[in-house]
């Protein structure tokens, strides 16, 4: 997982009217629910039946505000579990119990092959490391590595 800390406080900031009761991330506005029982992210009927998720942001990563923390830990305590957990977290406890609409960050990317493709090519190791906020690439250590050396210490 790359986290480039300056542009995370930099988008915070950008927010600041909007910080109370803020939970954002990469957000999924309209994910399907995934049946097929050979998936990774299968979810039988019986657990979810609706066709789509509610709003929620994926695992790459959240930002919550403080204040909302215990709040959503309540309320998750009164939701039957679900096995993802940003799903469950975010859009079944946060949105649909809390009425808190999760907010999108710009500039997050989670493990998408074709995304680490696409910013092989596209970027200059020192554009990538200074435009994204995060990114999570697991089977690519030595590019974590190198965009950490390349925007925080300066190499």
């Known amino acids: 997982m790359f986290l480039h800390i300056p542009n995370l406080i930099s988008h915070i900031e950008s927010v600041p009217n909007q910080w109370v009761n803020y939970i954002g991330g990469q957000i999924h506005l309209k994910d399907p629910v995934d049946h097929n ?3 990774k992210w299968f979810a039988p009927a019986a657990w979810w039946d609706d066709a789509y998720y509610p709003p929620f942001v994926s695992g790459a990563l959240t ?14 305590l009164t939701v ?3 096995h993802l957990e940003d799903v469950f977290l975010i859009g079944m406890v946060a949105f649909n119990q809390l009425n808190l ?3 999108n960050i710009p500039r997050i990317e989670s493990n998408s092959p074709e995304w680490i493709i696409r910013i092989k090519m596209t970027f200059s190791r020192e554009d990538l490391a200074k435009t994204y906020i ?12 190198e965009l950490y050396l390349r925007s925080v210490v300066g190499e």
């Open 80 to 82: 039957p579990l679900f």
């Open 37 to 39: 029982p050979y998936s």
């Open 134 to 145: 995060a990114f999570h690439c697991p089977n690519e250590p030595s590019l974590i590595e």
């Open 101 to 103: 609409m999760p907010n």
């Open 63 to 76: 930002v919550i505000n403080s204040d909302i923390v215990v709040p959503i830990l309540r309320a998750s």
